[in-house]
């Protein structure tokens, strides 16, 4: 009896570090793909025809998409700050981040260029 308590425990085990491993790398692609959905509508908000390039300015802010929290970054390359060239690029490039709630992981990075 204890033999086989021993076999089965065996077979078990790895099968469930197996199982519990794909559940959360499944885990890690619906977020890394709820972020990139959140990422794409910010862009295409910002690359609507009716904004114009001159009222895109640097910004941060939190949004709630399923439930999740997120923290989205936007970030015209324009000349305002360090590193940047002094007039800004033209077309403007712009990019998007988003990161998880805590601010410490990138879940999302989109870069586009709006002409005037």
Excluded at 7 to 26: E, H, N, T, Y
Excluded at 44 to 62: G, M, Q, T
Excluded at 64 to 73: F, H, L, R, S
Aim: avoid cysteine.
């Amino acid at each position: 009896m204890m033999v086989a308590i021993t076999i089965i425990a065996i077979l078990i085990l790895p099968l469930a570090g197996f199982l519990s491993g794909q559940l959360k790398r499944d885990e890690n692609t619906i977020e890394s793909r709820l972020a990139l959905s959140v990422a794409r509508q910010t862009m295409d908000r910002l690359l609507a025809a009716e904004v114009s390039p001159y009222n895109i300015k640097d910004d941060s802010s939190a949004v709630n998409a399923n439930g999740k929290q997120w923290v989205i970054v936007i970030d015209p390359i324009d000349g305002q700050e360090i590193g940047e060239p002094a007039n800004g690029t033209d077309p403007l490039e712009i990019r998007v981040r988003v990161y998880s709630w805590d601010g410490k992981k990138l879940m999302a990075k989109l870069t586009a260029l709006k002409g005037q």
